[in-house]
T-cell receptor, first 111, second 115 residues
């Protein structure tokens, strides 16, 4: 069964304290892996798409990487405004092109 | 360029009632998908519409149904509401239909509470 697991469930960082979020997946054929940011009560906001192992994408303080079994979202010198839930999703060629989401990592950055 | 808009933003229903949620897709997008997000969980795929046809469905019962209109806007209908249907319902639009490999653009969601 296709599955996406994110860890940790929650993470508290001091401002400037770098860390990484993990997304591990087991899918029968990966069409793409996506990272989204979700603020409370809002819809997810797209961050990155990764398609193949070894690929990396960067945006401001965020960097996403992909291996054959997992993806990491590295946060360098975070600021309080980076506080949000970060969701990982995979797209599979299951015939429906649905996206399978993990449960997310709730990040809190303290000033 | 207008983004994805959903209505209503919040609503309260009682068990057994029916609800209709609406979504306008982002300009230029012909594919709409619906997700259910329970509190503290990730979004769960309900179904996807491409050119007015359902072309994918998740593990949701038939009382969850939908429509897509010629302007690519969409509706999600839920009949015989149950307490567990309480959730944030997210609409997402994308381009490319069944061959889409791109990102989803989400609306702000409709928060449904079933009492």
């Amino acid at each position: 069964e296709d599955q996406v697991t994110q860890s940790p469930e929650a993470l508290r960082l001091q401002e400037g304290e770098s860390s990484s979020l993990n997304c591990s997946y087991t899918v029968s054929g990966l069409r793409g892996l996506f990272w989204y940011r979700q603020d409370p009560g809002k819809g997810p906001e797209f961050l990155f798409t990764l398609y193949s192992a070894g690929e990396e994408k960067e945006k401001e303080r965020l960097k996403a990487t992909l291996t054959k079994k997992e993806s990491f979202l590295h946060i360098t010198a975070p600021k309080p405004e980076d506080s949000a839930t970060y969701l990982c999703a995979v797209q599979t060629p299951s015939g429906t092109y649905k996206y399978i989401f993990g449960t997310g990592t709730r990040l809190k950055v303290l000033a | 360029e207008t983004g994805v808009t959903q209505s209503p933003t919040h609503l309260i229903k009682t068990r057994g009632q029916q609800v209709t949620l609406r979504c306008s897709s982002q300009s230029g997008h012909n594919t709409v998908s619906w997700y259910q997000q329970a509190l503290g969980q990730g979004p769960q795929f309900i179904f996807q519409y491409y050119r007015e046809e359902e072309n994918g469905r998740g593990n949701f019962p038939p009382r969850f149904s939908g429509l897509q209109f010629p302007n690519y806007s969409s509706e999600l209908n839920v009949n015989a509401l149950e307490l567990d249907d309480s959730a944030l319902y997210l609409c997402a639009s994308s381009a490319g239909g069944g061959t889409n490999t791109g990102e989803l653009f989400f609306g702000e969601g409709s928060r449904l509470t079933v009492l």
